[in-house]
């Protein structure tokens, strides 16, 4: 066996026998359902952990992660989690978070080439260029990737909310909310960006799909 491998397979014994220790017959729960109340969309980047930086155990959050956590339209995965999440697991709140810091969206700032990521990160540029205003006040490089860390997450939470599964189980009445936070690496903590959206109401008429 890969020495690396034979370490982390060492590494989940330990961890198996503690979490046991700690949690008496959690895996005979965790075997017989899955039942969390969130679902987490977030960056891929190692050091942004769903479930460790909300103290949450296996079990209570759903996880979805990407390259600078994007939601885009034509992205059956991210779409084929949502619709899962939201009409077999009935989760009742999608978070959305991002990072400070984020190398998907500093990658989508500069004009090197990166490779195929490219295409992924360019509706990141798109949203840049949408809201150019916004950037006029920064003073630094690090001040205008923070910021745009920020409205991506804004406009991932828009793009979840546009998805026909979101506001079909708004119609039906669902309790369904959908959150934007973004979290900062350096001091472990998250930051509400307060654009929760809990209804159709709330979203552009122009994405709003009408009722018959």
């Known amino acids: 066996m890969n020495l690396r491998i034979e370490e982390l397979i060492n590494s989940n014994k330990q961890w198996a026998a503690q979490f046991e220790a ?23 980047d190692s050091r942004v952990p769903a479930n460790t930086i909300v103290g949450l155990q296996p079990g209570e959050v759903f996880v979805h992660r990407n390259i600078a956590n994007l939601v885009n339209h034509s992205d059956l995965n991210v779409l ?15 978070i959305l978070c991002g990072h400070y810091g984020c190398g998907g969206v500093q990658a989508a700032l500069e004009r090197s080439e990166h490779g195929i990521v490219d295409n992924w990160l360019r509706v990141i540029k798109d949203t840049y260029r ?16 923070d910021l745009l860390c920020e409205i991506n997450v804004v406009e991932q939470v828009r793009n979840i909310c546009h998805t026909s ?25 998250l930051k509400d960006l307060e654009v929760t959206t809990s209804s159709i109401d709330e979203i552009e008429s122009i994405y709003q799909i009408q009722t018959k």
């Open 22 to 44: 700690n949690n008496p017959g959690i895996f005979d729960k965790l075997v017989k359902q899955q039942n969390p109340e969130y679902l987490w969309i977030g960056c891929s």
């Open 165 to 189: 599964i979101v506001q079909n189980a708004w119609l039906a009445g669902d309790k369904l909310s959908v959150h934007g936070v973004i979290y900062c690496i350096g001091d472990g903590l």
């Open 130 to 145: 949408a809201n150019m205003k916004h950037f006029h006040e920064v003073e630094s490089e690090k001040e205008e990737l």
């Open 80 to 94: 084929s989690v949502i619709e899962f999440a939201v009409k077999v697991l009935k989760v009742k709140d999608i």
